[in-house]
């Protein structure tokens, strides 16, 4: 059985739509069986209903915690046998349900070469600071804000010329290529991925 991957997405989905259809293309040994959303109406579900991908948008709101939340999304992705999660604009910080079930098998893509600019708006946070290159970070996901062991960054220069317009236009062409490049890279093990992160730094911290 090939891998089977879930992306998670909050907005409009470009960098779900270049995975989806760079794995098509290059016939990748996995399918994008999944997608996640927790922005009911967000772009990205139109996106995955034009790429025939299987689509669940969540509430998280509606449930009495992110726990609660968490284990749902946690059964469908059980059902659909999913090995690992892509994280492609997904606004949210994964909890410790789904780090203790997939640690070390989730990836994020952010906008900025971490560690500057984590968080929100990474892309005008740099273009207002001013810096003469930001960039595009991919890394594992901890319990963190953009925290978990970076797997590759690419550095984007800001011209004088560029407004936030053209400057998020590049960032976007270098996650387009960069992202399904590095998710290959780890489906097929050229990549290491570590071993449950949540469980490595509970065991350092001699937390049960």
């Given at each position: 059985m090939g891998v089977s991957i879930a992306v998670f997405a909050s907005g409009s989905?470009?960098?779900?739509q270049s995975?989806?259809?760079t794995a098509r293309r290059e016939q990748w040994p996995m399918d994008i069986s999944?997608?996640?959303c927790d922005k009911p109406g967000a772009k990205v579900l139109e996106r995955a209903k034009?790429?025939?991908v299987p689509a669940y948008p969540f509430?998280?709101?509606s449930y009495p915690?992110?726990?609660d939340y968490e284990r749902e999304v946690l059964a469908l992705l059980e059902q659909y046998q999913i090995q690992w999660i892509v994280l492609a604009g997904y606004m949210r910080l994964i909890g410790p349900t789904l780090l203790q079930a997939y640690g070390g098998r989730i990836v994020n893509i952010h906008p900025s070469l971490l560690p500057a600019f984590p968080g929100k708006n990474a892309i005008e946070q740099a273009f207002h600071y001013p810096v003469k290159v930001s960039g595009v970070t991919v890394h594992f996901v901890d319990e963190g804000m953009d925290t978990g062991p970076i797997i590759?960054?690419?550095p984007v220069e800001i011209a004088e010329e560029d407004t936030i317009g053209t400057f998020t236009q590049k960032i976007q062409q270098v996650e387009h290529w960069l992202y399904p490049k590095v998710v290959y890279d780890l489906i097929i093990g050229k990549v290491t991925s570590p071993v449950s992160l949540c469980s490595?730094?509970?065991d350092k911290e001699g937390v049960r």
């Open positions: 989905g470009s960098n779900f995975l989806v259809e999944l997608l996640i034009n790429l025939e509430n998280p709101k915690s992110k726990a590759a960054q690419v490595a730094k509970r």
